[in-house]
């Protein structure tokens, strides 16, 4: 039963990945005064089916004998599938222990398919493309380990049900808003997405690490990419909004956050590398860990006043 | 030369509107000061509201961790009479099984008791083999082992 859920929820997933697709496209279309998909079948409905066929029916032939050039793919499309377990939607209840530790074990295993995928290619734009994202994604892999720290403190537990527990006073939103900045920014940037893309910078590299991939295989990249984008979305609306996964509030600020991260795309221009990295050590981090020493001092009073 | 199919993306009806070039300057309703002095109010108001839902969970956790322990007491007893009544049954079976056995005495090796320097009804705790000598595996309590599981 579970197993069965787990492949449906999976089904709904990838559904939602591609209609995703034409969300982001007609946004960003509109965005910059045009029209976006609107021929095919009913006002373009259609399109990201025919994009999947079109990638799924293209020609394929491997670059590299080695097994893991289209094993990588598929290895990092796998990881974005655990991290989905932690969704305990109504069919699948998995209320683990330590939800939020897992979480974080499993985001962070997912720099090493695109190690793999990059090394295998045997192509300098991909290894330059590694080398970008590797180090962007790991530096902010401290800010994000830091921000899951503090809900921890808040919580004092590991479970995600306590979040929807500490938030029926007042939302996190409100009380912790620096904190959804940061964790929207670290998140932007674990997700490779504008402003913080720099590994798909056209002048300089030409398509960061997947340059390699193509038809099927490059399904597997992007699926990935997009499921991310989705569980992000949905991890911003547990931890700040506070609503239960039945509500129909709960949908509502899931593509409100869906939307804000589809919008940022069309709205901001790629930052400079230097500058990116500059604000992960100097600025973001010391900034989070006052934030940490803050909250350490509030708790410390708190437990004072009442023992 | 083929028809196109469907309607055309044709200019709207006025033609264009014209381009906007004038820079626009952004608005910011929200500075960097503004958002210090929101976090000090919000801060202010809202850790006593965090303190009081802590307080609640505090209170839930010591009433959670006390019914645990006025329960365990009970447990241990159930736990008890269960092994009790298992040794028992385990001896029956035993009985009945050596019956036609000569010179078998019931819980000794031929009248040889087990723990030579212990009193004869020492209760010593028995081991998992011993309790479940003669038992099915099937017959074993699913929750002894479901913790293992996925």
Known sequence: MFIFSYVLLMIMVMLSVAFLTLFERKILSYMQCRKGPNKLLFKGLFQPFSDMLKLIFKEMFYLSLNKMFYLGPMFMFYISCLLWLVYPWIYMNNNMMYMMVYMLFIMSLNVYPILIISWISMNNYSMMGLMRLISQMISFEVLIFLIFFMFLMIIEDFKFIKLFIYQMDSFFIIMYFPLYFMLLISLLIDLNRVPFDLIEGESELVSGFNLEYYSSLFIYIFLSEYMNLLFMSMILTIFFFGFYYWTIMFNLFYLMNLFLMVMIRGVLARIRYDCLMYMCWMEMLVLMLFYLIYFYLIKEFIMLLNF | ?150
């Open chain 2, 1 to 150: 030369m083929s028809k196109a199919k469907g309607p055309q993306d044709l200019p709207p009806k006025g033609g264009y509107i014209p381009f906007q070039i004038e820079r626009i300057k952004l608005r910011s309703i929200v500075t960097g000061k503004m958002g210090i002095g929101i976090f000090i109010a919000v801060n202010v108001i809202g850790m006593p509201l965090y303190m009081r839902t802590w307080l609640r969970e505090r209170k839930h956790l010591i009433e959670a961790r006390s019914r645990e322990l006025a329960t365990l007491p009970i447990l241990f007893a159930e736990n008890d009479r269960r092994t009790l009544k298992q040794l028992k049954h385990v001896r029956e079976v035993e009985a009945d099984v050596m019956k036609d056995f000569p010179y078998w005495e019931v819980g000794t090796f031929f009248g040889e008791p087990i723990y030579e320097d212990a009193q004869a009804d020492t209760y010593i705790k028995p081991i998992f083999g011993e309790l479940y000598v003669f038992t099915d595996p099937k017959d074993r309590p699913v929750l002894e082992h479901i913790h293992l599981l996925p």
